[in-house]
Each structure stands twice: as structure tokens, then as C-alpha cells.
């Protein structure tokens, strides 16, 4: 039967209609707010493509962190800024590092606030790659033991989740291991299991300074063009002992997330990455998109893709941008 006896309008009729029939919502609760944590204090260093986003010292930090929580985000994810930077990534496994002691410092003043802890080495190489290099190459067995050391560390500072972002192989078993060794069995890890070679990640390199010196990260992240392999990746990760795995950009890898969804029972977050972020910062910017509207339908986009916890940028303005979308 089809029209006129059917008229799918009849159940757009009014904002009460239309509010009953919302297959998806964004919720403020399955967002992760994204922060950059730099020494010092009274430190507020912002970063040109992401604004509004900004390298802040753990006083700043915090009260940025409170606000994002007043605001019904459940946690924030942390990356570091170090001091100083080495060809092993030291100061990403040293327990007085920027991280630590942010960590700790987020449990202490929020203790409800989930403070999750990226796990990788660019940010600390002096090189920019996500590993250690031996010969000229990101050698990936050499590169578990750091990693490993860095979420132990994490997870003594009281990190509630720990999430590798580098993409070697075997990473999530050795960091399962290694936490299960060090008494943090019933910690959480979130693998960035499909994390592709994306130019998305563009503004962060700039906000981490974690571009690499020589070379790109194709060597180790995925090939954009490969959707077959990420369930491989999703597979391995689990196998692992990851909890929650994710797809890494977002919005131009809709159906990844989609067939992860279907593919494995399994929670799967999405990171709406930096250059998702600043593409509709900049149009906005320039008058050609209305900026709440895009942000929260992006968001929409993911969640209805199947992303249940969703790492953005747009945290922040989360209750803002859900107030737009009538939810
Ligand atoms: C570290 C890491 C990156 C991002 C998150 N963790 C950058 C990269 O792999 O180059 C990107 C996040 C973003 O663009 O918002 N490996």
C-alpha cells in the first residue's frame, strides 16, 4: 500500500511528534572530552585550529574538567605535553611525567569525573613516531615494554581507563598483561583498534606537537581505503582483552563503525578527530554553516552509525548542542 494511504509526514506533525519518534539520541553521558596537559601553572596555551581547545597546566585543567563534568560528561581523556622530548619517549613512563601527575591530581579534586588515559609514545619521541625506531623503522616488539610501563604508571595514578592509541600489533594483550600483573585486573583498557592513517589528525599534531620528524604513520596505522581489515584489527584487539574498542576518525568511517557494531557484540566508542572538529569550526567561521546544528547532527551521524561513547572536541558545548537537537 503507498499513498495516499500511507503518509510517513503524519509522524512529523509537531516538535511533541517528532520528539516520541527519535530512533537515536547523542546523549551528554556517552561523551569523553579530549584535553591537552602541558607543565606548569596558570598555562593556557591556545591551539589555533581547534578553538576553544587549548594545552592547559593540571590548575587550569581541573577546572576545566569541572565545568565539562557540571555539564553531564562523564570523563575526559588525557594527552601530555612533555617537558622534554627523547628518542624512547621517556617522560610518556615516568611517574612523575605531566600525565601521572595530572591524573592524579583530576582524581583527587573530581573523583567522580572518569579520567582516561591515551596510551602512546608520539607525544614523547623526539622523532614524532608512535614507537621506538631500530633501524630507520618503528620496531614494534621493542615498542611493548614502553607502552606497557606507561599505562602501569597510568593506572598507579589512578587512571579509571586505559586507552592504546599506537597501533602496534600485540599492544593490547602485553598492557593486559602487564596491568593484570601490576594488580589492575578490573581496570578497563579501550583499544583504538581501527585507527587509520588519517590527515584528519592534522590540528592535534599541532596541539600534542606530535607530528613525525621523518616518514608518515603508514608503516602501523590503517589504510583508509581498508574497511575488511579493521574487523580484523577489532577482532585481534578483543582477543586481547580489550573492553571497548574503537573507530578512529569518525565521520569518514560511518560504516566501519557500523559493521563493528554488527560484526561483534561489543561497546564501540568513535573519535570525531580534531580535523572533523576544525573543518566545522572554520566553515562556521567563514558564515557558511550554522555551527550547533552541524556539530550535533555529526554527532547524531555517529551515534545512529552505532558509536556508543563518542571522544569529541564538541564535549564541551555538549549541553548546548543537545538542546539543539531537542534532546
Ligand atoms: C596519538 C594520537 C593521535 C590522535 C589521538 N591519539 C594522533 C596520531 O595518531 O597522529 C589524534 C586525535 C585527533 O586528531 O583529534 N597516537
Redesign the pocket.
Known sequence: MSFPTNRPRRLRGSASMRKMMRETEIGVGRLIY?MFVTHGTGVRKDISA?PGCAQLSIDLLIKEAAQVYEAGVPGVIL?GIPKMKDAVGSEGYHPDGIVPMAISALKKELPELQVWS?V????YTDHGH?GVIVDGEVDNDATLPLLTRAAVVYAQAGADIIAP???MDGRVGAIRKGLDGAGFSHLPIVS?AA?Y??A??????E??Q???QFGD?RGY?MDPANAREALREVALDLEEGADIVMV??ALPYLDVIRRVKEEFNVPVAA???????AMVKAAAEMGWIDHDRVAAEILLSIRRAGADII?T?FAKDAARLLKEMGS
Open positions: 579530549p581547534m594527552f591515551d602512546c609514545l608520539c607525544e608512535c592509541s599506537d597501533m583504538y585507527k592513517a588519517s584528519f589528525y592534522g590540528p592535534f599534531r596541539a600534542a606530535s607530528a613525525p604513520r596505522q578512529k576518525p573519535y570525531n578527530v580534531s580535523g572533523e572538529f571522544l572536541y
